[in-house]
């Protein structure tokens, strides 16, 4: 009951205050630019009270004026959800929480990276590939027939790098074949190509995969047995470590195929840091995404700089997906949602934005683990999963588009 | 009548022709005509996702969910939606004049609802009425609209790829909530919807039963008729100028005078009326309707076939869309050639993805639509460019 109040507070008094403010901004000739945002944190926490003080004394808006009451905002939920549900396991039980988050930080990194080949392609390229779920897909598929089918007993770390190279090569030759003509002035109203041609190329892949392998879900083993070890010892462990499982404290439970995946995506995090940051190339690739006249006037040749960030965002994407098709069962339908958790990620941490896209991966992942464990009657909550992430990119784009650390438009 | 008039004129009154009389041709092929039903439905989507999005630039994925809206409402209107001549005192219910207009509860199957309770108090000969489907039908279209307006507020200032973020976000909340709340919209399983015509139809003295195709052919036939006619009508107004300003540079067009704000919410809404009109008519012919209709793939049917047809002409679009839907249907049957059976189920949709790629990159402007710039325009280059010649010292200006 308190939390359909809450819910009915933050969700109207949020709607006045992002409606309402900004107009009384822009008839007093301010900065409007996080009016918006900042009104709607405003009236969700405070109702009429902070917004009557925020239209009066109309103060210079910075990012205090979103982070104070974005927090109040989450806590008056928290306290509504608490005082609802006092049975709820997420407010009952710390361990089952921190299992939750942990676990949601877990796959958010694989999440981020991810959600950083397609924020890769969008920096350097300035579109959004509606194929990005695809590559995912593939990335899984190519390990499953790889290690499963046509060279059982092949080392399934010799079958990522594998699917890595292949996810690259169709990305870099569709880039070829069907975006270079945008920069080559072939094509009228190029932003609009590239949306539909994107989109069919995940039309394409998608529906020949399903042709070619069927829709039986495809499982792979998990890629190592973790050896059994106790740290300090088997009473009042700090880790417990089993072949399917790792467990922190007694209490914090991960299986262990999240955690290989997880380390496996934190050392490609840190080979695509050193590429991006160290290596000619990689400074390349950023001084496109800066600004592609002056990147083409010392040498830079941007088509190929295009090619290869599109290789490098679907092979991301690629090995997100090598790396997860060891946790979940794999179907050629099975990037559509990652695709959209993508979009939610990098429209949270700003289109464009290396670090957004790794934090926004963090956020969602987190998001989701509470969201299907929190929620009360299960069958629903498992319904909605998709949904929670598609409401945050909802709100981002109104309130905010350029997100959390994404450039001014 | 000049040479180029009637080149557009024939085919066409041929074409209409043809789609009125085909039930006659087909009345023992009921399968032809539902192909066809289904084929007029996708052409008015098409033809309306093309107004959308090929005059008015408003990439939006959110097509399918405005039919949907427009399916849901009738559906839901005419599962819960009851009158009755006596106040049932039990459901939340307002009195107009001697009938009583009522909700009934959602419930699970099995349970009573508050009209089964109601029904052991009410006294004989108290009259239970459902209420009329076109009613449902004109609220499905309406909420449609609002829901157009709705979105089309909201998105006013995204353009391109978060236009299509924003759409594709608004149908997937829509679909897992449609999915999700069991108890209202039956779910994954699908929300069942009578027949167009429960009680049958009379035509010209002719008696045609609830099961029978040809009074859905010729509803769906005048709705497809009759959207092209006012589509085509507005984009040859100076909406439709207004439309493609807004397309190809919107600060240009605002500075020139075009009210931009209201005429992308124009468009939104009147796209949005057509295709939630579509999909309530669809929906009580087909019967059934189910979340999966606003599925990314029957999103990327709808893109497929305008951007085939034609994204910049209705008319292409909507040939797209008849001719694909045939021929997607057709193409069901699996291909034997030697040892290998293929399974076309999946491989025409490959098929579909793969011309939807090469039309756009190699045919911009789809494979209908030249075709009728063809047939329409003919001699207009030659004059065209014999005109180029006359004025050799045009100054040649670079494309921006």
Redesign the interface.
Known sequence: MYLWLALLWIIGWGVVGAVLIPRVYARRDLDVSQAALAGAMVGAASGPFGLALLAYFTPRLDWKWVVVPGAATVAIFLTAFAATYPNNLCVSNSAFVLTQVVNGLVVGIIYGLMALGLTLI?SILG??S?AHGEFYMLGGMFVYYLTQEWFPGLHPLAAVVVSAVLTFVIGALFEV??LR?MNT?Q???P???????T??????????T??LVGANPKKVPRYFDYPRLAIPGEEGSLLKVTPGTVRLFEEIVIPSPRVTAAVIALILLGLLMWFLYRTWIGKALRAVSQDRQAAAVTGINPNVMNTLAFGLGGMLAGLSGASLVQVFSWVPWVG?QAA?RS??II?LGG?GSLPGAFVGGLIVGVVEALGAGCVPDP??AA??I??YG??I??LV??LK?TGLFGREL | MNRNALWIWLPLGLGVVVMLLAPLALVSRPYIMHIAIVAYFYAILASSWALL?GYG?Q?SFGHMAFMAIGAYTTGLFAKFVRLTTVPTGVCPEITVGSYTLFLLNPVTAGEPTCLDIAKATMPAGTLIYRPPIYVGILLGVLLGGVFGFLIGV?VL??????L???T???S??LR??L??EIAITD?PNGLELPPLFPKGVTIFGMYFDATSKIPPYYVMLFLFLGSMVFMHWLASSRYGLFFRSI?EDEEAAAALGVNIVRYKVLLFVITSMIAAAAGAVEAHYIGVITPNILL??QM?LV??MA?IGGMESLVGAAIGAILIEFALEFLRQNITIGPWTI?MT??R??F???L??LT??FQ?NGLIYPIIQRLTRAGVTEEIAARRRLVPETVQEG?G
């Open positions: 969008f579109i959004v509606f074949l069907f003509p002035g094509v009228e109203r932003g609009e190509y590239a949306i539909l041609v989109f069919g190329l995940s039309f394409f892949l998608q529906y020949t399903l042709a559509t959209a979009f939610v429209v289109m069958h629903r319904a909605y998709p949904a598609m409401l990119l909802v784009l109104l588009p | 999005a630039g990439f909201l200032r995204l353009r391109q790829a978060y299509a973020l924003f594709i976000g608004f997937e909340i897992v909530a999915n999700a779910g397309r990314i793939l990327s893109i497929a951007v399974d999946d491989w949709l490959v579909f993805g793969l939807l790629m756009l990159r911009n494309e």
